[in-house]
C-alpha cells in the first residue's frame, strides 16, 4: 500500500532522504544513519533570494566571473538541504531563469521544469549543466542585440552600489562621478533602463544586505546596520520597517523560526 505525504511517519521521510543522498553529494557509497544526523545539522530550507537576484542580474548585465561564483554559492546552499527540499528550491530556481529569460533557455516552459531535473543523477550534475546554460545565455543576449551603451553604464552604476554598500557616505553625486557623466543624467539614465530612481535602488540594495546578515550571522543589529551603510540607527530603523513590515529582531527570529 503507497502511504499518502500526510500518512507518512517522520521514519519514513528520513528513510527517503537517505537513499537520496547520492544527489546530493555525489558520493557513490552506502549511507548510514550517523550520515543523516550529521548532515541535519548543517540543513537549511530556503535558497537566498538575494542570491537569486543577484545570479539574473549577472546574467543580465553579461558578468560571467559574478554569474559563476554566485552560482557556486547557490549550490553550496542546495547542500545543505534534505533531498525533497533540495528538489524543490531548485525547481523555484529553474522556474526564476525560465521566467526571467524564456525565450533563450533549453527549457521550453515552465511545466517542463520537473521532466528536466529528473535527468540528472546528482546535485553537482545540475551545477555543470546549468552552468553552460547560463553562459550560453550570456553569449546569446551579447551576440543578438548586444548591450547598449545606456545598458551597460546603468550596470556599472549597479556594481558600484553592491560594492560600496557598506560605505554610509555612497550617494549619487559619487555614482556620477564614477561613470563620468552628470548628476542630473545619471538620475534619469538610471531610472529609464531600471524603472526605479538611483536613489531607491540604493536604499532596497541596503535593505537586502541586511536582511542576508540577518539570516546569515549573529552580528549585532547595530553592526548590521553599520556595515549596511546606514548613517543613523533612526533612519536604519524606519527604513526597514516601512519595506518590510518588521523590525529587524522580528525578522531576525521569523528567518530563525523558518529555518528550524
Known amino acids: 500500500m503507497r502511504l499518502s505525504f500526510l500518512q507518512r511517519p517522520p521514519a519514513y521521510d528520513e528513510i527517503v532522504d537517505l537513499t537520496m543522498f547520492k544527489f546530493i553529494s555525489g558520493d557513490d557509497k552506502i549511507y548510514t544513519s550517523q550520515d543523516y544526523e550529521s548532515y541535519l545539522q548543517t540543513q537549511r530550507t530556503l535558497l537566498d533570494d538575494t542570491l537569486t537576484e543577484h545570479l539574473i542580474q549577472s546574467v543580465r548585465s553579461g558578468n560571467e566571473e559574478r554569474m559563476l561564483s554566485t552560482l557556486e554559492e547557490l549550490f553550496l546552499q542546495l547542500q545543505t538541504m534534505k533531498y525533497s527540499e533540495c528538489k524543490f528550491q531548485l525547481s523555484l530556481l529553474f522556474f526564476t531563469i525560465v521566467k526571467s529569460f524564456n525565450k533563450l533557455t533549453s527549457i521550453q516552459s515552465v511545466d517542463s521544469i520537473e521532466n528536466h531535473l529528473k535527468h ?88 537586502d544586505k541586511v536582511k542576508e546578515l540577518l539570516r546569515n550571522t549573529d552580528l549585532p543589529i547595530t553592526d548590521i546596520s553599520q556595515q549596511s551603510g546606514f548613517q543613523t540607527k533612526s533612519h536604519f ?24
Open 120 to 207: 540528472f543523477s546528482t546535485l553537482s550534475e545540475v551545477s555543470d549543466w546549468l552552468k553552460e546554460e547560463l553562459l550560453r545565455i550570456i553569449h546569446l543576449l551579447t551576440s543578438q542585440k548586444g548591450f547598449s551603451r545606456k545598458d551597460k553604464v546603468v550596470e556599472e552604476m549597479v556594481e558600484y552600489v553592491h560594492y560600496h554598500i557598506h560605505d554610509p557616505m555612497l550617494s549619487v553625486d559619487e555614482i556620477a562621478e564614477h561613470v563620468s557623466l552628470s548628476k542630473k543624467y545619471v538620475r534619469q539614465l538610471f531610472d529609464e533602463v531600471r524603472g526605479v530612481s538611483l536613489s531607491s535602488y540604493i536604499l532596497n540594495a541596503r535593505i
Open 237 to 260: 530603523f524606519t527604513a526597514f520597517k516601512k519595506a518590510m513590515g518588521m523590525t529587524p529582531s522580528q525578522y531576525r527570529l521569523s528567518s530563525n523560526e523558518a529555518n528550524a
